[in-house]
């Protein structure tokens, strides 16, 4: 199990050995849903539409049945009640054809059925800004707040159906809920949605990074609940789709931060370790010290802030590799790192415990 923060908010995510995945169909659930609440949602818009133009032109037809049967008993036969009746008689043909406009499901002036380019326009602009604000929303630290926000993302997506920015968000809330809880029962179901939502997500964007670092995020956390073969199935899938967010976006150094944990684990593995995984593979494993080194340092030259947990990270490489002078050099950069993000008690006492280990080296 690899523990590390940013601030994207990703923490426990397992990899490395803890090869993980099968891409399941179970998915398309979640899509399917959402189109058929939104199209009864839409029938529902209709007939209460339909319900009051059929209101109005029975109240129509009844003033003209009540004016034509005080003209009967008045028994008025003159040139201007003609003209009366006439009228009236065109009102009521007008009502009537008001009335089939509005029972065709083709009617320009349906919401559902006929949306203008300034409409769709205008409804993307406004969802942009509810994720920018979805997104502050899920770095919360309350629970709470972040299983309310998933609730609203899910009725987003019958508003705004197929979407997968919605959808890969869906799947990083489930995996803020399940990282604040200890069930295991209750982690396993959020997982398995948090993984659906995403490989729906997947089929309706496969260029989106983001789309692709929470599968693999979701994927590695399920290491935790299943066998050593499943695993190593599982992180063969979780570094296809890492390398695949690198490639879209190479910026992100909490993409190279989870590639440079994967090479790290590999390279940690004893001898035997290594033997039984690729037996169970059928191929060797591949990831060096070097390997994970190059992808912290990627991380750490990507990175806007000081990232303590990846400048020790860099410094566990050196010593893997024996080079220990530059070891403690980023022990103490990280040791020097402000408090922020990825700063916490476990991490302080690993790099004082490794410096006092290694400082003679230097």
């Given at each position: 199990?690899?523990?590390?923060?940013?601030?994207?908010?990703?923490?426990?995510?397992?990899?490395?050995?803890?090869?993980?995945?099968?891409?399941?169909?179970?998915?398309?659930?979640?899509?399917?849903?959402?189109?058929?609440?939104?199209?009864?949602?839409?029938?529902?818009?209709?007939?209460?539409?339909?319900?009051?133009?059929?209101?109005?032109?029975?109240?129509?037809?009844?003033?003209?049945?009540?004016?034509?049967?005080?003209?009967?008993?008045?028994?008025?036969?003159?040139?201007?009640?003609?003209?009366?009746?006439?009228?009236?008689?065109?009102?009521?043909?007008?009502?009537?054809?008001?009335?089939?406009?509005?029972?065709?499901?083709?009617?320009?002036?349906?919401?559902?059925?006929?949306?203008?380019?300034?409409?769709?326009?205008?409804?993307?602009?406004?969802?942009?800004?509810?994720?920018?604000?979805?997104?502050?929303?899920?770095?919360?630290?309350?629970?709470?707040?972040?299983?309310?926000?998933?609730?609203?993302?899910?009725?987003?997506?019958?508003?705004?159906?197929?979407?997968?920015?919605?959808?890969?968000?869906?799947?990083?809330?489930?995996?803020?809920?399940?990282?604040?809880?200890?069930?295991?029962?209750?982690?396993?179901?959020?997982?398995?949605?948090?993984?659906?939502?995403?490989?729906?997500?997947?089929?309706?964007?496969?260029?989106?990074?983001?789309?692709?670092?929470?599968?693999?995020?979701?994927?590695?956390?399920?290491?935790?609940?299943?066998?050593?073969?499943?695993?190593?199935?599982?992180?063969?899938?979780?570094?296809?789709?890492?390398?695949?967010?690198?490639?879209?976006?190479?910026?992100?150094?909490?993409?190279?931060?989870?590639?440079?944990?994967?090479?790290?684990?590999?390279?940690?593995?004893?001898?035997?370790?290594?033997?039984?995984?690729?037996?169970?593979?059928?191929?060797?494993?591949?990831?060096?010290?070097?390997?994970?080194?190059?992808?912290?340092?990627?991380?750490?030259?990507?990175?806007?802030?000081?990232?303590?947990?990846?400048?020790?990270?860099?410094?566990?490489?050196?010593?893997?590799?024996?080079?220990?002078?530059?070891?403690?050099?980023?022990?103490?950069?990280?040791?020097?790192?402000?408090?922020?993000?990825?700063?916490?008690?476990?991490l302080d006492e690993e790099i004082n415990q490794l410096l006092n280990k290694?400082?003679?080296?230097?």
């Amino acid at each position: 199990m690899m523990k590390f923060s940013s601030k994207y908010g990703i923490s426990q995510i397992s990899t490395g050995a803890a090869f993980l995945g099968i891409v399941g169909a179970a998915g398309l659930f979640l899509v399917q849903q959402y189109k058929q609440e939104k199209l009864r949602t839409a029938m529902a818009r209709d007939l209460e539409r339909l319900d009051r133009e059929l209101s109005k032109l029975r109240s129509e037809i009844q003033l003209l049945q009540t004016t034509a049967s005080s003209a009967n008993i008045q028994c008025k036969r003159s040139r201007k009640s003609s003209r009366s009746t006439k009228k009236s008689s065109s009102i009521l043909s007008t009502k009537t054809d008001e009335y089939l406009s509005a029972s065709n499901y083709d009617s320009s002036d349906l919401e559902f059925y006929d949306v203008s380019d300034e409409d769709i326009e205008a409804k993307v602009t406004n969802l942009d800004l509810l994720l920018v604000e979805y997104d502050k929303k899920l770095t919360s630290e309350n629970v709470e707040e972040i299983e309310n926000a998933l609730k609203e993302l899910e009725d987003l997506c019958i508003e705004y159906p197929e979407n997968a920015d919605l959808l890969f968000r869906i799947g990083k809330a489930h995996y803020k809920v399940l990282s604040r809880s200890n069930d295991k029962e209750f982690k396993q179901q959020r997982i398995a949605k948090g993984i659906n939502a995403c490989e729906v997500a997947l089929g309706l964007a496969p260029d989106h990074s983001e789309v692709h670092k929470w599968y693999a995020v979701l994927i590695g956390v399920r290491a935790d609940f299943q066998s050593i073969q499943e695993r190593i199935s599982d992180g063969k899938l979780f570094k296809k789709h890492v390398d695949i967010a690198v490639s879209i976006n190479p910026n992100d150094e909490a993409l190279h931060f989870m590639l440079g944990r994967f090479y790290y684990e590999i390279a940690a593995l004893k001898w035997y370790e290594k033997k039984v995984a690729a037996a169970l593979s059928g191929e060797p494993m591949q990831g060096s010290y070097e390997d994970a080194y190059n992808c912290f340092l990627e991380a750490e030259n990507c990175a806007n802030f000081e990232w303590k947990e990846n400048r020790l990270m860099l410094a566990k490489c050196k010593i893997g590799l024996n080079q220990y002078k530059e070891a403690v050099e980023w022990l103490e950069k990280a040791k020097s790192s402000k408090n922020g993000i990825g700063v916490d008690e476990v991490l302080d006492e690993e790099i004082n415990q490794l410096l006092n280990k290694y400082k003679n080296y230097s």
